[in-house]
């Protein structure tokens, strides 16, 4: 058994496998998992026939990632939920994964070439995604639970962004620890997934390492500025406490 059906097979077991151990643990989240592996699926196939068309139509490779972007906005906007947010992620999201993709293009580290920008861009903007939602959720959670102290910068005259700097500053410090720790451990505890996709391609080990620095180190800028955009922001937002919303 090889090929498709290999690969059926395979994620069958594994939702399977993902099934039994929630309900054996009392999870009740049998119907989320089968509902997240099925749009798994329908959007990979959609995004590997669309990207077809853009690896082969350069022109659309502008479009794809601006799409990108604000898809990834839209979804941390979601979970902010404060006054501005879709401008405020699409800004924070922007500012880290653009200019690190431009970097290392401008450079030459890697070729100006769709092939090489469009999947470097996505994975930066992706990982920028990632850093505002936890960033910008961390710091609204900070200041609620500590408005008390907040309310009393403001009552001695501090501006909404010096009254919650500290939140800010907390916040978008651990909302890069994933990309800290990830970066910190690669080879050691994993192999991320660039890696593994080059070595599975036929590239060579350290040509696969090349790349995978590469990434590494630019989701790292690109999660870095992004989360000192967001919480930087949202200090100049909170001129009241953030309401109780999921």
């Given at each position: ?32 998992v ?21 690896l ?50 401008g ?59 500290l ?62 955009v ?17």
């Amino acid at each position: 058994m090889s090929g498709p059906v290999a690969l059926g097979a395979a994620v069958l077991l594994l939702v399977a496998l993902a099934v039994g151990a929630g309900r054996l643990g009392g999870l009740r989240q049998e119907r989320a998992v089968l509902v997240a592996v099925g749009r798994a699926l329908v959007q990979l196939l959609a995004v590997g026939l669309v990207l077809g068309l853009v690896l082969r139509t350069g022109v659309l490779a502008p479009l794809y990632l601006a799409l990108a972007l604000a898809t990834a906005s839209w979804t941390s906007a979601r979970r902010l939920r404060v006054a501005g947010a879709w401008p405020l992620a699409a800004l924070a999201i922007g500012a880290g994964a653009l200019p690190a993709s431009a970097l290392v293009v401008g450079v030459g580290a890697l070729e100006p070439h769709v092939l090489q920008v469009v999947p470097f861009t996505a994975q930066l903007i992706g990982g920028a995604m990632t850093a505002t939602t936890l960033a910008g959720r961390r710091m609204l959670d900070d200041v609620r639970g500590d408005w008390a102290l907040v309310e009393g910068w403001l009552a001695l005259g501090a501006r909404p962004a010096q009254a919650v700097a500290l939140a800010g500053r907390t916040a978008a410090s651990r909302a890069l620890a994933p990309a800290l720790d990830q970066t910190r451990t690669v080879g050691l505890v994993t192999l991320p997934g660039a890696f593994v996709g080059l070595l599975l391609g036929g590239a060579s080990p350290l040509e696969a390492a090349r790349v995978q620095l590469l990434v590494l180190v630019g989701l790292l800028a690109a999660e870095t500025v992004a989360a000192v955009v967001v919480t930087r922001g949202l200090g100049r937002r909170l001129h009241r406490r953030p309401e109780e919303r999921a």
